[in-house]
């Protein structure tokens, strides 16, 4: 299916540009193929990234992403955990200031317009329904409004908008990087291998298995979203905010998993579809799409698998399309 994306060129394009998309955990994938691509002598102009895609987009366009890779490395499941910052469940379950903080040691400008590489976050307006791109402006309010999943992150207020993951509208932002001027355009899915309730589909059996312990949390509900929640659980026990009473019973063993695997599995097939639809009709130039699908919502712990598979499917790709002459 990649050979549909692929387009031979006599000469190096004028400018290369860099879409990252969508997938929460799985986005630590985005880090192995950047590294790929620079091992290879290919130079990016620009970058855009959708959710988890704009996380690692703002610190690649500052220039500090090797940074952000040594402590995704070492980020076990407690310290993943200790970023999730339970608020009122009115609109979503946690409000994600501790996460964008963290993103704050990892970038060297605090506006967009400064940054050493143009830049664009994808987010969703609620309000209208538009795909809204977000080149200036503080960074860390770019990518806290494009990593709001809707009922797992509340969303952010911004010039009379409601933001929510981009995800929603444009999973990978190929026409974005287009937007920006890029006249050859890698991209990064990070939708293909999605499980859904039933377990995994598509995944390719050229890509490296997992271990049994990750075997067993392949599909949803998962081991690791039981310990996740049991984790919430614990911190949300001691407060006493109004309307937390509700909270309280979703965080039970024998429901939140249900809520949050009827929840993300929704939007992974959305996200699916709109995925499939645009890049058919946006194709990029270079396709990659590491065969992360088994990562769940919560591995974020899982990152030296993700980021070895980015790689890997980077650099597969990079070979079988003879595309050094990007470099």
Excluded at 106 to 133: C, K, W, Y
């Amino acid at each position: 299916m990649a050979r549909m994306f692929r387009r031979r060129r006599a000469t190096r394009p004028t400018k290369i540009g860099l879409a990252l998309g969508s997938g929460s955990a799985r986005g630590w994938a985005h880090i192995g193929a950047i590294n790929a691509l620079a091992e290879a002598g290919i130079r990016i102009d620009c970058v855009a990234g959708t959710s988890i895609g704009a996380l690692v987009g703002a610190v690649y366009a500052s220039g500090r992403v090797s940074s952000l890779e040594r402590v995704v490395r070492e980020l076990d499941w407690k310290k993943a955990m200790a970023l999730l910052d339970v608020g009122l469940p009115r609109s979503g379950l946690f409000d994600g200031r501790k996460v964008t903080d963290s993103i704050r040691e990892h970038v060297e400008s605090g506006d967009i317009q400064d940054l050493p590489m143009p830049f664009r976050a994808v987010s969703t307006n609620l309000v209208n329904g538009g795909e809204v791109h977000i080149g200036t402006g503080d960074i860390i309010d770019a990518v806290r409004a494009s990593i709001s999943i809707p009922g797992v992150f509340t969303p952010v207020k911004r010039d009379g908008m409601l933001l929510v993951d981009g995800g929603l509208v444009n999973p990978v932002p190929v026409s974005v990087v287009r937007e920006m001027g890029a006249d050859y355009v890698i991209a990064v899915d990070l939708s293909y291998g999605i499980p859904g309730i039933g377990g995994a589909e598509g995944a390719d059996s050229s890509a490296p298995h997992d271990s049994d312990d990750h075997k067993r949390d392949r599909a949803f509900p998962s081991s690791r979203l039981t310990a996740s929640m049991e984790a919430i659980k614990e911190r949300v026990a001691p407060l006493s905010l109004p309307g937390l009473a509700q909270a309280r019973q979703w965080f039970s063993r024998e429901t939140v998993p249900n809520i949050l695997e009827v929840l993300m599995s929704s939007l992974n097939v959305m996200e699916k579809q709109i995925t499939d639809m645009r890049l058919a009709n946006e194709p990029p130039d270079l396709l990659i799409r590491p065969n992360v699908g088994h990562l769940g919502l919560m591995d974020f712990h899982r990152g030296v698998e993700a980021i070895s598979e980015g790689h890997r499917a980077a650099r597969a790709e990079v070979d079988r399309t003879g595309a050094e002459i990007l470099a």
